[in-house]
C-alpha cells in the first residue's frame, strides 16, 4: 500500500514539472537594438519569439506600468494616448436634443395660457406652475448637456425665453389674483408676448442653422 502511495506521487510530481520542463527546453536567445546598449531575453515557444517584457523597457530605456489586464510600454519621446477632443464647432447633439425639448416645453406653456386666455377660463398658480416646472426641468438638462462654446452662448438666450415666459405668465396671473378684467386677445397686443415669439423664433432658426446668432430677439 506504502508503495503504491509513493508511486503515485512521484507520478503526480512528474506532471506538475513536465509543463516547467517542456519550457526550459524551448531555445532561448537575446534580443539587441542597433544603438542601444544591453539585451532582452527572447524565448522561442512553438517557433514564436517571445520577449520579456522588463528586459525590453530596460533595453529602450521605457517604462512600463499596469492597466487593469494590460502591460503598457512607455517608450522615451512618446507622448502618452490622448482622449478625442470634442468639436467645439457647432451644436452638441445632446444639447440640440435637450434644447429642443425645452424650448417645446415653453411653448407648450404659452399655448395653454393663450387658450385659457382666449376662452375666458380663470387662471390658477397650481395650473401654470405644472407647466413652469416641466419648463424648468428642461431647461436645466440643456444646461447639463451644454459642452461646445455654441452650446455656452445659446444656453443664456435659452433661458432668457423661459424668463419671458414666466414674467408673462406671473402678469395675467396677478391680474387673475387682482380681478382685472383679461381681453381674450390680451397676447395680440402685449409686448411680452411679441417678445416671447420672436425669441423663439430666433432659436428655431439658429437650431435649424446649426449656427450661433444673437440678434437681441431673447435679451
Not at 18 to 35: E, K, N
Not at 104 to 121: D, F, K, M, S, T
Request: include cysteine; charge should be positive.
Amino acid at each position: 500500500m506504502r508503495r503504491n502511495k509513493t508511486r503515485n506521487w512521484l507520478t503526480l510530481g512528474v506532471l506538475l514539472l513536465l509543463p516547467l520542463l517542456a519550457l526550459l527546453a524551448q531555445q532561448t536567445s537575446s534580443l539587441t537594438i542597433d544603438g542601444q546598449q544591453g539585451q532582452a531575453k527572447v524565448v522561442q515557444i512553438q517557433g514564436k519569439n517571445f520577449v520579456e517584457v522588463d528586459g525590453l523597457a530596460r533595453l529602450t530605456g521605457g517604462s512600463i506600468r499596469f492597466a487593469g489586464s494590460q502591460i503598457v510600454l512607455t517608450l522615451p519621446g512618446a507622448a502618452p494616448a490622448a482622449a478625442p477632443a470634442q468639436s467645439a464647432q457647432g451644436f452638441s447633439k445632446e444639447f440640440l436634443n435637450t434644447g429642443i425639448e425645452a424650448m417645446a416645453q415653453v411653448r407648450e406653456w404659452h399655448a395653454a395660457l393663450r387658450n385659457a386666455i382666449e376662452r375666458g377660463y380663470p387662471l390658477s398658480a397650481e395650473w401654470l406652475d405644472a407647466f413652469r416646472r416641466n419648463a424648468q426641468q428642461s431647461l436645466r438638462l440643456a444646461g447639463v448637456a451644454a459642452t461646445t462654446d455654441m452650446d455656452h452662448k445659446a444656453f443664456p438666450l435659452l433661458t432668457n425665453g423661459f424668463n419671458n415666459m414666466s414674467a408673462l405668465s406671473d402678469k395675467y396671473l396677478q391680474m387673475t389674483k387682482s380681478m382685472n378684467y383679461i381681453a381674450p386677445d390680451s397676447l395680440t397686443t402685449d409686448p411680452l408676448d411679441q417678445k416671447l415669439v420672436t425669441c423663439g423664433r430666433s432659436l428655431s432658426s439658429m437650431v435649424s442653422s446649426n449656427q450661433f446668432v444673437d440678434d437681441g430677439s431673447c435679451q
